[in-house]
Structures are given as C-alpha cells and as structure tokens.
C-alpha cells in the first residue's frame, strides 16, 4: 500500500470486531507516527495506549457516568459556539448520513444518545490511544498533534486496522487523567479507537462527503 491509497482508504470506523491487538503492532505504530512534522522539533504530543484489561476497566468507569448522568467541564469547545456555514452544514450533513444509516430519525432523541454513548466504549474497539499536550502549547503545537495522529491512522491502514479519532474524550477531561495519572500540567486533547472493521455494522457503511476543490483550492500560475 502506498500513501496515496492509505489516505483514500483511511476513515472514521464506528464498529469494530473483538479480536485483540497486537500490543506490539500498536506500539511500532504509536512509535513510527512520532515522525510527524513538528514546528521547531517540539514534540509536543504525549501517547497512552490503552487494551486488555484496562480498557475494559475504563468502559465500565464510562458506563457507570453515563448511566448515573454524571457530566464534567469539558478540556475545550471541540466546535466553535457559532458555527457558520459551510462549516455547519458539513457537520450536520455528516450526522443525518449517520443517522440515517442506523435508522434513527432525529426526533428519536433518545436512540440517538444512546448511540452517541457507544463512543465511550470506544464502539467496541479492542485497544485505544489517549493524547494528551502540555498547558503551555499554543495552535501550531496542536497542528503537530494533529500530524502526528493523521501518521497514527495512516500507519493503521497499511497494518490492516481501523480508526476513529474522537474528540468526544474532551468532555470527560477529569475521568481520563485520573484513570492515566496525566500530570496535572498536561491536558486531553483526544482519544481513537483502534482495531479491526467489523463489515456487519451499518454506520461503517458511511464515507464523509468532501467538499470540492473549487470551494477551498486557489491556485495561481
């Protein structure tokens, strides 16, 4: 597989088979992505791989909160309070498509929370990886997050596994360092499931549209 076909392939897979991880395949992977592009060779970014038993150990923490409806203040605002269009309309386009796949109507509020809460067992992914970043980092280190995560999921479609990156993690800020022990000068920016596909799930039949060139290229000769 080259480049070219593992960023064709990469995408958000919400259902995943129960078969292990290699821990070592996850760990090559986690290593090999700290080439990313870094302003300044920061390294910014600080990795918990998380299986096993303790995966399991934090899905039934994040079970228990839900059920109990315990809520914290959130790391940040993973959207923009004010999202405009177009930036809205993709949002919500890729969540009708979703929804409409698992057929659950939007006044189905309740169906739909209750999807929602599978990103907290990680959609049933038998390994995950936490990212966290220093307090002092400012954006262009959290654009080296982001490289380094994209070379995390490049990385896992050439080893045949599946992602979803999940900024959903932001808002249980608290139960996740005190589950890490994250230095208090740390904070969450993410968490990704990690596995293999499970094909039978319907919401792994959705590919995000992208928009076309025309509306975010310019090019000039």
């Known amino acids: 597989m080259d480049v070219t076909q593992a960023v064709a392939a990469r995408r958000s897979v919400r259902g995943f088979l129960e078969s292990p991880v290699d821990p070592a395949l996850l760990r090559a992977i986690a290593v090999t992505a700290a080439r990313a592009a870094t302003g300044g060779n920061v390294q910014p970014w600080h990795i918990d791989l998380v299986s096993g038993e303790s995966l399991a150990a934090l899905k039934a923490i994040m079970m228990a909160k839900l059920m109990a409806g315990e809520t914290e203040t ?3 605002d993973i959207y923009p309070k004010a999202l405009t269009a177009p930036y809205r309309d993709r949002r919500f386009g890729v969540g ?7 057929g659950i109507a939007r006044e ?3 169906g739909r929370r209750m999807w929602f809460a599978r990103n907290f067992q990680f959609f049933g992914a038998p390994a995950a990886l936490f990212c966290t970043v220093d307090r002092q980092m400012g954006p262009p280190q959290w654009a080296d ?3 380094y995560l994209q070379n995390v999921m490049l990385l896992a479609v050439e080893a045949g596994l599946a992602t979803c990156a999940q900024e959903c993690w932001a808002v249980y800020p608290d139960t996740v360092a005190a589950f890490l022990g994250t230095p208090s000068e740390r904070m969450l920016f993410c968490g990704m499931a990690i596995g293999y596909e499970d094909l039978a799930e319907p919401a792994n ?13 310019t090019e000039r000769t």
């Open 96 to 102: 009708e498509a979703l929804y409409a796949e698992l």
């Open 108 to 110: 189905n509020k309740a």
């Open 145 to 147: 997050l982001g490289m």
């Open 205 to 217: 039949r959705v590919r995000s549209a992208r928009a076309p060139a025309e509306e975010w290229l």
């Open 74 to 76: 959130p790391a940040y």
